[in-house]
């Protein structure tokens, strides 16, 4: 019986190099990993730049990039958003050209915020997403359009 433990003993042992590596081959991996890290860097190194969009002087409409970034920046996006605006008249009309305007072509929405005695929720902001989408809406077709969300009533 001890012979045969023996022998079981012995087909057991491995070998001791069994996870030794070949360094001539190791160093062809290490060396193609670090190429293909290094061109994947070229790579987005060179995407970064066609996304990255051109300085916009304050008041003008935003330049644009070649390629559109992957994430959204918002102060790459909507740093002159608002100079823009103010400048091309967005915020504000002439009484005199709504008045020309048929009735047909006027839209006036005046609202109050929702009561604050009850708990806000989702529905409250839909409400007030869906009323600023039909003002822009008519304001794109060229209508004289004053909306004036959440006037105090209280």
Do not use: C
């Amino acid at each position: 019986k001890t012979e045969k433990k023996k022998d079981k003993k012995q087909k057991k042992e491995k070998d001791p190099n069994r996870w030794a590596v070949d360094p001539v081959k190791a160093a062809a991996k290490a060396e193609k990993a670090a190429k293909a890290k290094a061109e994947k860097a070229a790579r987005d190194e060179e995407e970064l730049a066609l996304t990255k969009a051109p300085a916009t002087p304050i008041g003008e409409k935003k330049r644009l990039a070649k390629l559109m970034a992957k994430s959204y920046d918002p102060t790459d996006v909507e740093k002159n958003w608002q100079e823009w605006w103010e400048k091309s008249g967005w915020y504000g009309y002439e009484a005199s050209l709504a008045q020309k305007k048929g009735a047909d072509k006027k839209f006036v929405m005046v609202i109050p915020p929702p009561n604050v005695t009850g708990s806000l929720h989702l529905g409250h902001a839909l409400t007030a997403a869906i009323e600023d989408s039909l003002a822009r809406w008519h304001r794109m077709r060229g209508d004289a359009t004053l909306y004036v969300p959440g006037t105090d009533h209280a």
